[in-house]
């Protein structure tokens, strides 16, 4: 059976300041979907949240990009956003950047995430979460996942994953993208992905020789650029990730491994600092120092005929402790850094923030040295 995992999401106003979704939101969110659930236009939904993001999990078979599941979550976030709008939830609707939607929901704000294939026989999912961050903070774990063998044992033990993984790389300031077979371009898939704020993963696919057909997706990530379709500065591009585990693809372990180290990612603090981003469960994921560190949840299911069976929410496990405990290091070494790099974003990454506003005021008194 083909069957269609689309997460899309939205900031329609956080509770308090950009901390955390009311729950107001998240129970409208659910009587619409299970609307369109009952009217046979969605299999199944979870609503999730991960910080100030209402995040819609919805599997159907309407395949990626369908105008009909776009229009039910821009409607359905519409719909929260007249709710955070009674509730004066902080910058309601803050991730709506048009009034009107015109068949789909791309360069409108809300984030998403779709891949379709056929069900396999056991078919796990992980739907990753993150706030306070950007999308090119996926570059690092879904490489480990996909290419690397200190992380993923399978692919020097499985023979079915022997043929390696082709990653799809977007250059997002170019609009361009380019395929990298992995192994035998692991080191210029590095070399461009190492560069977080041009380069982003966007999929990854099996190769021949996979259990897995190599159309299909194994892995894919939200690219969506809020401050770019918005010009400048609005919120950060929280971004979400949807992948398949076991059976050819890394195994379930093989997919979190990569959340036990809290490795530094863009976007905590007004979307202008660097900082470790901690893994958390869902309850844990409000974000409140320094409005962050920048959290990430796991949500695990099996899909039984499209149907969401969990979640399991995975990083709220206790062998991620120790990687809550270096993050909470981390973060204080970093913070110590205040308003300098590299803690402070570098001034190309600055551009879409407020603080070319600020020097403009400078620019008239600069004299020749
Ligand atoms: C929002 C975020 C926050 C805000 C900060 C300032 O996702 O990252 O750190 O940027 O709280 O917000 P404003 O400008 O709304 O006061
Ligand atoms: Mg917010
Ligand atoms: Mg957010």
């Not at 359905?76 to 939607?101: M, N, P, V, W």
């Amino acid at each position: 059976m083909k069957i269609t995992v689309s997460i899309i999401k939205a900031d329609v106003g956080g509770y308090p300041g950009h901390c955390s979704v009311h729950p107001k939101l998240k129970e409208k969110a659910g009587t619409e979907l299970e609307e369109a659930k009952k009217n046979g236009i969605l299999v199944d939904y979870c609503i999730a949240t991960c910080g100030d993001d209402l995040e819609l999990i919805m599997t159907h078979t309407k395949g990626v990009d369908s105008e009909e599941i776009h229009k039910l979550a821009w409607d359905t976030f519409k719909k929260c956003t007249e709710i955070a709008k009674e509730l004066k939830l902080y910058s309601a609707g803050q991730d709506l950047l048009s009034d009107a939607f015109s068949g789909n929901i791309r360069g409108l704000g809300p984030g998403i995430a779709e891949m379709e294939f056929e069900e396999r026989k056991g078919e796990p999912i992980v739907c990753f979460l993150m706030d306070k961050t950007d999308p090119a903070a996926f570059n690092l774990p879904i490489f480990k996942m996909f290419g690397d063998p200190f992380n993923t044992a399978g692919l020097s033990i499985d023979p079915s994953m022997h043929s390696g993984f082709r990653f799809e790389v977007y250059d997002i300031y170019n609009d361009k993208k380019v395929m990298l077979n992995t192994p035998e371009e692991l080191y210029d898939l590095l070399a461009l992905i190492g560069t977080k704020s041009k380069y982003v993963i966007k999929r990854v696919y099996p190769r021949k020789g996979n259990k897995v057909p190599e159309n299909e997706p194994a892995a894919v990530v939200c690219t969506e650029k809020l401050f770019r379709i918005a010009g400048e500065y609005v919120g950060k591009d929280d971004p979400v990730a949807i992948v398949r585990a076991q059976s050819g693809l890394p195994a379930l372990g093989e997919v979190l491994e990569p959340f036990s180290f809290p490795y530094l990612v863009a976007g905590w603090m007004r979307g202008s600092h660097n900082g470790p981003i901690m893994p958390v469960s869902m309850e844990d994921a409000t974000p409140s120092r320094f409005d962050g560190p920048p959290r990430v949840v796991a949500l695990g299911f099996q899909l039984a005929n499209g149907k969401l069976v969990g979640p399991v929410d995975l990083l709220k496990d206790k062998s991620f402790d120790e990687a809550r405990r270096l993050c909470g290091k981390v973060a204080d070494y970093m913070r110590r850094h205040g308003p300098f790099e590299p803690h402070r974003l570098s001034a190309e990454e600055m551009e879409y923030t407020t603080l070319p506003k600020v020097l403009e005021k400078l620019k008239g008194r600069f004299e020749k040295i």
